[in-house]
């Protein structure tokens, strides 16, 4: 099993950045492609970016790409997710999930997920 602990969420004016960081316990994390997802208020929950084990491999959702970075540092156990050029659309519970049987990023399938992290744009 894997633990996963989402930072970095917060308020931000629109225009503005924010990185968020995903700490995953455990000793086989680069055993793990890793997703970013997001659910706003009334909305299902979607993927915003993946990553493959090795990072070789990333998926963006067509509403964040350019803006958003996904990468990872298995030396760190950690997964990143960068968020250039907010939107106040972007405002959403931010989570990290981890797979280790992930065959095409977009559609995982995910196990483990963190609690989430609330991100706020305002306008």
């Known amino acids: 099993q894997v633990q996963l602990v989402e930072s970095g969420g917060g308020l931000v004016q629109a225009g503005g950045s924010l990185r968020l960081s995903c700490a995953a316990s455990g000793r086989t994390f680069s055993s793990y492609s890793m997703g970013w997802f997001r659910q706003a208020p009334g909305k299902e929950r979607e993927i915003v970016a993946g990553?493959?084990?090795?990072?070789?491999?990333?998926y963006y959702a067509d509403s964040v790409k350019g803006r958003f970075t996904i990468s990872r540092d298995n030396a760190k156990n950690t997964v990143y997710l960068q968020m250039n050029s907010l939107k106040p659309e972007d405002t959403a519970v931010y989570y990290c999930a981890a797979g280790s049987s992930v065959y095409v990023l977009q559609y995982g399938p995910y196990d483990y997920w963190g609690q989430g992290t609330q991100v706020t744009v305002s306008s």
């Open positions: 990553i493959s084990r090795s990072g070789g491999s990333t």
